[in-house]
């Protein structure tokens, strides 16, 4: 983590609290955290990012939250935020089967071997 986002980090953490029902605003703070190495802040933030869009929500959020586990030596909550991405898919999207979902299958496939 940079000394200046270390600088400013109490300001992205107000900013979210002040926005809790704005996605937006909670999806660009996770951004800024994963940017600087803090996952387990960001994952914090994209969920409830993920909590405040309304339906149909987009994948993004576990996605990326897939993306922050292995980083953090943590395959198995990879594999379950992956398994939400093939959720949202199916309830929001009616995406049951087709290249999104194939896609999703092989990195849980990957983070199995």
């Known amino acids: 983590m940079s000394s200046y986002f270390t600088s400013v980090k109490k300001d992205y953490v107000t900013y979210a609290q002040n ?3 704005d996605w937006r605003a909670l999806f660009s703070v996770a ?23 309304e339906k149909p929500r987009y994948t993004d959020y576990h996605g990326s939250i897939a993306l922050c586990y292995p980083r953090l030596n943590d395959k198995a909550n990879a594999i379950k935020a992956y398994q939400k991405v093939l959720q949202v898919l199916k309830d929001d999207w009616d995406y049951k089967f087709g290249v999104h979902v194939d896609t999703i299958k092989e990195k849980i496939n990957k983070l199995t071997e």
């Open 31 to 53: 951004n800024s955290f994963s940017q600087n190495c803090a996952y387990e802040e960001a994952i914090t933030y994209w969920e409830l990012a993920y909590q405040a869009q």
């Open 19 to 21: 926005h809790l029902d």
